[in-house]
Nanobody
Framework: QVQLVESGGGLVQAGGSLILSCVAS????????MGWIRQAPGNKREFVAG????????YYSDSVKGRFTVSRDNAKSTVYLQMNSLKPDDTAVYYC???????????????WGQGTQVTVSS
């Protein structure tokens, strides 16, 4: 059974930082690209960042480029999202997701975590 478990969300003031983690089990982690997707209330899911299975390629949405950094540790089956210079518009539930290929369309991801809430106050 595949499980993706996110952690690290919380409440932070605008301009602050958070690090999200996602630990995977039940799959061969190194054969999957990993993505971070967020969903704010009333909005559709939005791709935020992704990293290829071999760590060579990363991809970011324009809204977070330069502020967020995605990384992974295949030995720990863990993917991270370092979020800096947070804005109130970043408030959302953040999900990690897995797909064999690095894709930016949320619906194409095969496996999803339960999500972690990030709230940025102004």
């Amino acid at each position: 059974q595949v499980q993706l478990v996110e952690s690290g969300g919380g409440l932070v003031q605008a301009g602050g930082s958070l690090i999200l983690s996602c630990v995977a089990s039940g799959l061969t982690f190194s054969t999957y690209s990993m993505g971070w997707i967020r969903q704010a209330p009333g909005n559709k899911r939005e791709f935020v960042a992704g990293i290829s299975r071999n760590v060579e390629t990363t991809y970011y949405s324009d809204s977070v480029k330069g502020r967020f950094t995605v990384s992974r540790d295949n030995a720990k089956s863990t993917v991270y999202l370092q979020m800096n210079s947070l804005k109130p518009d970043d408030t959302a539930v953040y999900y990690c997701a897995a797909n064999p290929n690095l894709v930016s369309v949320p619906a194409l991801y095969d496996y999803w975590g339960q999500g972690t809430q990030v709230t940025v106050s102004s």
